[in-house]
Antibody, heavy 124, light 113 residues
């Protein structure tokens, strides 16, 4: 079965960096786009970034553009999120999510599987 | 991109039907039939309930249904059950000259009375 496990969260000071990882199993990782979605404590969901199945295209929310970088290693079935210049407002649980696709591998523009999330706290 | 607008809370008794609205703009909800809905229980990751406005993924109860009219999408839960008590979020693909991504709704807490 599909399994997504995030790691790398923790407490970090404002202005510092952190890299999150998402280990995928149970499906052909290289066939799916992948997303990061975050949720601040007690708040709603916020889409962060997407990377295409082959890494050829990446798109970001305005709130993280220029500071965060999404990447993937299909040989390791792993998704990454490099977070630089962290701010207090980046404090959240970060989820990785798989992009739903059709029979031909085309994106269906929704998130069909999610991990359990990893908590990032930005505080001095 | 601004968050899609959902009611903060909706409640109903067991067996009743409830509907959650999700209002966006012509750049997101109104542009494409690419609205999805997610259920989230406390401390858990979200689970997709509806994709592409009205499609139910495998394993999702047929008590859940989706629709869209103009810039507003809706999720209906019929035959409300205790296990349906959770937070629900809509999400829409959005595209403009300055944005290519996804927008979530503000979230709705469903309470089963």
């Amino acid at each position: 079965q599909v399994h997504l496990v995030e790691s790398g969260g923790g407490v970090v000071q404002p202005g510092r960096s952190l890299r999150l990882s998402c280990s995928a199993s149970g499906f052909t990782f290289s066939n799916h786009g992948m997303h990061w979605v975050r949720q601040a404590p007690g708040k709603g969901l916020e889409w962060v970034a997407v990377i295409w199945y082959d890494g050829s295209n990446k798109y970001y929310a305005d709130s993280v553009k220029g500071r965060f970088t999404i990447s993937r290693d299909n040989s390791k079935n792993t998704l990454y999120l490099q977070m630089n210049s962290l701010r207090a407002e980046d404090t959240a649980v970060y989820y990785c999510a798989r992009d739903g696709v059709d029979y031909y591998g085309s994106s269906l523009y929704y998130f069909d599987y999610w991990g359990q999330g990893t908590l990032v706290t930005v505080s001095s | 991109q601004s968050a899609l607008t959902q009611p903060a809370s909706v409640s109903g008794s067991p067996g009743q039907s409830i509907t959650i609205s999700c209002t966006g703009t012509s750049s997101d909800v109104g542009s494409y039939d690419l609205v999805s809905w997610y259920q989230q229980h406390p401390g858990k990751g979200p689970k997709v309930m509806i994709s592409e406005v009205s499609k139910r993924p495998s394993g999702v109860s047929n008590r859940f249904s989706g629709s869209k009219s103009g810039n507003t999408a809706s999720l209906t839960i019929s035959g409300l059950q205790a296990e349906d008590e959770a937070d629900y979020y809509c999400c829409a693909y959005a595209y403009s000259s300055t944005f290519d991504g996804y927008v979530f709704g503000t979230g709705t807490k469903v309470t089963v009375l």
